[in-house]
DNA sequence: TAGATTGTTAATCGATTAACAATC
DNA sequence: TAGATTGTTAATCGATTAACAATC
């Protein structure tokens, strides 16, 4: 009967876009929008923009619409993005350097603190934060720091096993790139991002 | 009134989920499964499973479940993963480079033919297809291959521009990683890859 | 055969949309 | 004020699930 878990997961899920397109008008130079223009520009109906936000509160006014600025800041403050998180990587090959040097995740509010790997040849490669670390100090890592998000760019075959320390060093929250479903306890949250999931979905309608 | 355009985009979206799930049965060394099995290892009800193959024909038998082999043959055809596809990548930097170079693509029938980018320092580096090419050159090379899929590794900034000259020269499918919703016209299918609106979904459920 | 599992129908559930009073 | 847009209700739409006859 908590109010905040009835909240349908494909509502929250939507939140991001909507604060990324906010962001895209604010580049603009704009200050104000509607539920109309939102929509419109991400090809959803204004009535949809409406009810989701309307779970959380009344963030418009009457004949004027939304001041982007509050909208902006009142997402974020839902989602939890009004702060940094800092978060791992594990994996340093070619998508975990990639995802650990990505500017767009400190712009936004993630900052990676530490990247890990089990290769003696990549151990110690790299400089500051981003110096790939042995994965047998992980845990610990993680622990100390109260860390709550990683990023999974290891091989399948691994993944489930990292996943497990991850998770009993506290992390709450993985983003994995591994084309694995991973087994997780109720409270853990697992994204996936398997690009190639997203291209067969696309080749269906290709002639 | 034609039966193909009348299966939901949601169905469409989980076949690819299936058909990872199957690889994954294969590699343990299993030939036979059941829409109970594979709803258990998905997180999806067995009745989903039934219903959704139901819209492209029957794939299984009473009692048995379905042949593992077979109704991956079927779900590639239906996706039309059951051939290899060209692809080009936009941008070299860290995330063009590492999508460029990801194995996982040519494995599951995805080849990346061309990388291209503006930037002087980078053009010439690498070596065969990875070599990275003029992106004056982009049009011409995707108009005169038939190529049809496109992955975006730029800047948002110029994620619009790029997009228009890909659709120009015959490209009907792109993977965007540019944190912009792109406009393109109707029979052109975009995708989108932006890791930070995952972080913001989990974000919401941590304490 | 007995047990198991499919494909499909009908019922349920939940999400989206249309419409509008309230009001800026 | 007149016009515009919100927040919300009720109606519609579509997706999921339960159940079961068919049958391997």
Redesign the interface.
């Known amino acids: 009967m908590t109010s905040v878990s009835e909240i349908p997961d494909i509502v929250?899920?939507r939140?991001?876009?909507y604060?990324?397109?906010l962001n895209?008008l604010v580049s603009q130079g704009q200050t104000i929008t509607s539920s109309h223009e939102l929509g419109q520009?991400?090809?959803i109906s204004s009535a949809q923009i409406r009810k989701d936000l309307s779970h959380f509160g009344e963030f418009g006014k009457q004949g004027t619409g939304y001041q982007i600025n509050h909208l902006m800041a009142q997402l974020k403050q839902?989602?939890?993005?009004n702060r940094e998180?800092s978060?791992v990587v594990v994996g340093a090959g070619?998508?975990g350097?990639?995802?650990a040097?990505?500017g767009?995740?400190v712009e936004?509010g993630?900052r990676v603190v530490g990247v890990f790997d089990n290769d003696p040849s990549k151990i110690g490669t790299g400089s500051g934060d981003l110096k790939v670390r042995n994965i047998n100090d992980m845990n610990d890592f993680v622990r100390e720091r109260a860390i709550?998000?990683a990023?999974l760019a290891v091989p399948g075959k691994v993944a489930q096993a990292i996943c497990d320390s991850l998770v009993d060093g506290g992390v709450?929250?993985i983003?994995n790139y591994a084309?694995?479903?991973l087994s997780v306890p109720e409270n853990v949250?697992v994204?996936y991002?398997?690009?190639?999931?997203?291209?067969?979905?696309?080749?269906?309608?290709?002639d």
């Open positions: 929250i899920g939140l991001p876009l604060l990324r397109a895209q520009q991400l090809g839902i989602l939890q993005v998180w978060m070619d998508l350097r990639a995802l040097h990505y767009g995740f936004r993630f709550k998000i990023m709450r929250a983003l084309p694995i479903t949250h994204q991002i398997d690009p190639v999931m997203h291209l067969q979905r696309m080749t269906y309608y290709l």
